[in-house]
């Protein structure tokens, strides 16, 4: 083929991607316009949107993550803080020891998953951190690097990290965190709708 055609050709497929781009945006964009795009969160999460996000996730926190191990000591002091700082700030979303939702974990898309029974102990300490410092974008998963002190971070992720193996004193305070679920609210006597005491 002639130099010129060959030059035509592959003008051709570049015209051909760009026109089929704009397409695809187009119809992105009339579909959201038009309210065709789910925008719900009382729905099961599609197989494709939970890989796609879960791959972008991991792609980012390869590549910022902290490497090094936690920098704080593995002692009472240090676990009891992470468990007072959890209890404050994520057992609304991801329970106390019992593993049992709060009303708002179990309404949330995506799912929050209840650290107790599905916990991040195998993980590693930077990864743990990312997530903690940075949130989790368009979930419920908050950034806590703009509330919390660094030091508190790493507290908290040095629970995390030990939730399955706490020493006998921190393993108390992790049990005596009030549990998340409804049942045990209306158990404490501090309800008064009737719908709390039926659920
Ligand atoms: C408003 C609800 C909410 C609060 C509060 C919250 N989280 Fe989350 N968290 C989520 C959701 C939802 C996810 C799941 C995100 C996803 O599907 O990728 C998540 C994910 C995580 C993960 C990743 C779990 C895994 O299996 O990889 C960790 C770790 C985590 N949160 C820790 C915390 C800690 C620690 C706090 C408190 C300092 C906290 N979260 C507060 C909603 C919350």
Redesign the pocket.
């Known amino acids: 083929m002639p130099r010129s055609g060959a030059r035509c050709l592959a003008g051709g497929a570049v015209l051909g991607a760009l026109m089929a781009v704009a397409a695809g945006w187009g119809a992105f964009y009339e579909a959201a316009v038009r309210g065709w795009l789910p925008a719900n969160a009382d729905a099961k999460p599609p197989a494709l949107e ?1 890989w796609i ?2 791959k972008a ?1 991991d792609a980012v926190i390869l590549r910022e993550a902290p490497t090094r191990p936690n920098p704080l000591k593995l002692d009472d002091r240090n676990l009891i803080g992470g468990i007072r ?2 209890a404050a ?2 057992a ?3 329970g106390a020891s019992d593993g049992r939702p709060s009303r ?2 179990s309404g ?1 898309y ?4 209840q ?1 107790a029974r ?1 916990g ?1 102990e195998d ?1 590693e300490d930077g ?2 951190y990312w ?2 410092a940075h ?2 974008r368009m ?4 950034s ?1 690097n703009g509330s ?1 002190a660094d030091r508190q ?1 790493w507290q ?2 040095l629970f ?1 990290k030990n939730m399955d193996s706490l020493p006998p004193e921190a393993q108390k305070a992790w049990e005596a965190v009030p549990s998340a679920a409804p049942r045990a609210v209306a158990g404490r006597g501090n309800s008064t709708s009737s719908k709390e005491k039926r659920s």
Do not use: E, R, S, W
């Open positions: 939970k996000a879960n996730l700082l959890y700030n994520c609304v979303c991801h708002i974990a949330l995506q799912k929050a998953p650290l599905y991040v993980d990864d743990v997530k903690v949130g989790i979930t419920g998963m908050p806590f919390l971070i908290i992720v995390l």
